[in-house]
């Protein structure tokens, strides 16, 4: 499945290998990479699962990762992702800043 910009995507990315893990971290903890796994929505044109991609959270941070999932699901049970309840907090701030001038 392709994605396009503005699509609900989730990313994967390692920040430090168990190499460049902190000399004081626990020893287990040490034998595993710091990973970080985000959502948000797709900067790119377009991409498919697997690629670098970059994103832009709800708050407005810019991510890169690895594309893991396209409108991904909660896990806790609270159903399918609703990509038009995801745009209510940037279309309430677009509005607010607009009121605001």
Do not use: Y
Request: glycine share 6%; with cysteine.
């Amino acid at each position: 499945m392709k994605a396009v910009k503005g699509d609900w995507v989730r990313i994967h990315k390692i920040i430090l290998s168990s190499a460049q893990r902190a000399p004081q971290v626990p020893e287990d903890t040490k034998q595993v990479p710091l990973e970080m796994w985000d959502k948000g929505f797709l900067v790119n044109s377009s991409a498919v699962v697997g690629d670098e991609v970059e994103v832009e959270t709800i708050i407005g941070r810019r991510l890169t990762g690895d594309m893991i999932e396209i409108n991904p699901q909660f896990d806790h049970a609270w159903g399918n992702c609703i990509p038009e309840i995801l745009q209510i907090g940037r279309q309430v701030r677009s509005i607010l800043a607009e009121e605001a001038e």
